[in-house]
């Protein structure tokens, strides 16, 4: 399947996009590569791919930034790795196709709640430790079968309202500490090759290019207009994804 001049195009293309996007606006590389590359691989291929992109690209936004400062969503990534273990585990169960439903369908969920702005307003703490810890373990099962976890989160912290600083730090750390678990498993349960990781380490190239191009296109394109033209992306990617399952 590697053999193929115009998957190969298309699997750079589909990292090199994903990051992109996520210089421009701190998150969305596994939304915008994945669906892309599972037209052309099976589902837990196109996962493992991912693999270096995502670990080393939230790693830098980590590393640039100052870290999180306080542990309020401590809660939430604990319990995001746990639903990772539990969801990288369900995999044996589940065919390829309920896989693709799942990664089409999270996209579109996270592209409606953000597009409608959803907003969470006064919570108190206990409350959110207990909201946050039922979001983390759902992320992480959605995430285990498809490395997609990011949605309910992301729609969790953009509904809270977080400065975008320390929204960018959080949603990166999240992503950040979810590929341990997330890809850990993967290996664990024999889903990759020695040329698989090979390839997502070979990948780094066009993900860092994307990355540093995004950072800069960040300062020129309004980021509310991004925004949507990413939306209306992620739709049609979803919606197509849908339709290649039936």
């Not at 939304?31 to 590359?37: D, G, N, V, W």
């Not at 949603?171 to 889903?191: A, C, H, R």
Request: hydrophobic share 55%; aromatic share 12%; with cysteine.
């Amino acid at each position: 399947m590697y053999n193929d001049p115009t998957v190969i195009f298309m699997i750079v293309f589909a990292v090199f996009a994903g990051a992109l996007v996520k210089g421009v606006i701190g998150f969305g590389m596994p939304m915008i590569a994945l669906p892309i590359i599972v037209f052309f691989l099976p589902p837990i291929t196109s996962m493992l791919l991912l693999c270096a992109p995502i670990f080393i690209t939230n790693f830098l936004q980590i590393k640039i930034k100052e870290g999180i400062k306080s542990y309020r969503f401590l809660p939430m990534f604990i319990s995001l790795v746990v639903g990772l273990l539990v969801g990288a585990r369900l995999i044996l169960e589940i065919d390829s196709n309920t896989i693709t439903q799942i990664i089409a369908l999270s996209i579109i969920f996270m592209v409606i709640a953000n597009y409608f702005g959803l907003e969470v307003k006064n919570i108190n703490k206990n409350s959110e430790k207990i909201i946050t810890i039922l979001i983390g373990f759902f992320s992480g099962l959605l995430g285990g079968v498809s490395t997609i976890y990011g949605p309910p989160m992301l729609a969790y912290l953009a509904a809270v309202k977080l400065p975008k600083e320390t929204f960018v730090r959080t949603v990166s750390t999240m992503y950040f500490i979810g590929s341990f678990p997330l890809y850990g498993s993967l290996i664990y349960y024999g889903f990759a090759t020695a040329n698989d990781l090979l390839i997502s380490i070979g990948l780094l190239v066009p993900a860092l290019l994307g990355q540093k191009i995004g950072t800069r296109i960040r300062h020129i394109i309004p980021e509310k207009k991004f925004r949507l033209i990413v939306f209306v992306i992620l739709v049609i990617i979803g919606l197509a994804l849908l339709i290649k399952t039936f």
